[in-house]
T-cell receptor, first 112, second 113 residues
Framework: EAQVTQNPRYLITVTGKKLTVTCSQN?????MSWYRQDPGLGLRQIYY???????DKGDVPEGYKVSRKEKRNFPLILESPSPNQTSLYFC???????????FGDGTRLSIL | GESVGLHLPTLSVQEGDNSIINCAYS??????FIWYKQESGKGPQFIID?????DKRQGQRVTVLLNKTVKHLSLQIAATQPGDSAVYFC????????????FGKGTMLLVSP
């Protein structure tokens, strides 16, 4: 089954404690992206990757890092999380940035 | 945490009615548009797309209309069912050159039996 898998699905943590949200896709897609979704603000892109070792900033990259060492994986790293990063996060993949994207089921992060 | 459905415009319809969800897009250079459906607790799911060389495209029970003159997109759902209850987003992009999707804020559709 074609899917984008995110882990964990839920996480409550404290300010400053580094965390990583993993994302993996099994569709051999070149393009992967991270979004955050906040009430009233919709989906905003954090980072994206056009291919292995190629990443770029989206609209709200501050406080986040990503890496793309393998085609299937695109982890999102919060080096020093802060409460304003409490949000619902989605990973997505597609054949290109302009094609319909397949989304994971989301990771809800709460930073206390 | 708060539901992503809060603060969204809401369309309430009866089962069996036709629904029309509207979207105003921002970039006059956008030439590719997608509609997504997001159910509670899930990620957005692709419904239908349309390119700017078309003004109408039909899928199964859904039709997308594009009016480039006024930068307006609509999604029509025929014979709406309770399972159609969800948040619906439009997204825009440009096909030429490098681009990524820009999402609208969404509309919540509530279908009553």
């Amino acid at each position: 089954e074609a899917q984008v898998t995110q882990n964990p699905r839920y996480l409550i943590t404290v300010t400053g404690k580094k965390l990583t949200v993993t994302c993996s896709q099994n569709m051999n897609h070149e393009y992967m992206s991270w979004y955050r979704q906040d009430p009233g603000l919709g989906l905003r892109q954090i980072y994206y990757s056009m291919n292995v070792e190629v990443t770029d900033k989206g609209d709200v990259p501050e406080g986040y890092k990503v890496s793309r060492k393998e085609k299937r994986n695109f982890p999102l790293i919060l080096e020093s999380p802060s409460p304003n990063q409490t949000s619902l996060y989605f990973c997505a993949s597609s054949t290109s940035g302009r094609q319909p994207q397949h989304f994971g089921d989301g990771t809800r992060l709460s930073i206390l | 945490g708060e539901s992503v459905g809060l603060h969204l415009p809401t369309l309430s319809v009866q089962e069996g009615d036709n629904s029309i969800i509207n979207c105003a897009y921002s970039n006059s250079a956008s030439d590719y548009f997608i509609w997504y459906k997001q159910e509670s607790g899930k990620g957005p799911q692709f419904i239908i797309d349309i390119r700017s060389n078309m003004d109408k495209r039909q899928g199964q029970r859904v039709t997308v209309l594009l009016n480039k003159t006024v930068k307006h997109l609509s999604l029509q759902i025929a014979a709406t069912q309770p399972g159609d209850s969800a948040v619906y987003f439009c997204a825009e992009a440009t096909l030429s050159g490098y681009s990524t999707l820009t999402f609208g804020k969404g509309t919540m559709l509530l279908v009553s039996p």
